[in-house]
């Protein structure tokens, strides 16, 4: 059975920064295409950043370009997401997400991505 457990969520200011872990199990982490994506109020959901497993090419969305950073540690079966910098406009639920079509390019739309976590919400405010 595929499971998700998100963490480093929560509050921030301005400028900060947080770190979102996801730990998988169930399935091969290690063999998979990973991304993050996230969904603000009233927004579609959107990819943020995505890594292609078998190159390991990494897309970033324009708006975290420089701000944030993902990665994986393939032997705890977790997948991270570092955020600084953090602005009101990064305010959403984040998304961990798997998917088994390995692809050279980083591949980081909803419609390709099989497995979910719940979701993470973040709020950065003064």
């Known amino acids: 059975q595929l499971q998700f457990v998100e963490s480093g969520g929560g509050s921030v200011q301005p400028g900060g920064s947080l770190r979102l872990s996801c730990v998988a199990s169930?399935?091969?982490?290690?063999?998979?295409?990973i991304g993050w994506f996230r969904q603000a109020p009233g927004k579609e959901r959107e990819g943020i950043s995505c890594?292609?497993?078998?190159?390991?090419?990494?897309y970033y969305h324009d708006s975290v370009k420089g701000r944030f950073i993902i990665s994986r540690d393939k032997a705890k079966m977790t997948l991270y997401l570092q955020m600084n910098s953090l602005e009101p406009e990064d305010t959403a639920a984040y998304f961990c997400?798997?998917?088994?079509?390995?692809?050279?390019?980083?591949?980081?739309?909803?419609?390709?991505?099989?497995?979910w976590g719940r979701g993470i919400q973040v709020t950065v405010s003064s």
């Open positions: 997400a798997v998917r088994r079509q390995l692809a050279f390019e980083p591949l980081c739309t909803v419609d390709d991505y099989e497995y």
């Open positions: 169930g399935f091969s982490f290690s063999d998979m295409d």
């Open positions: 890594l292609a497993n078998l190159t390991g090419r990494i």
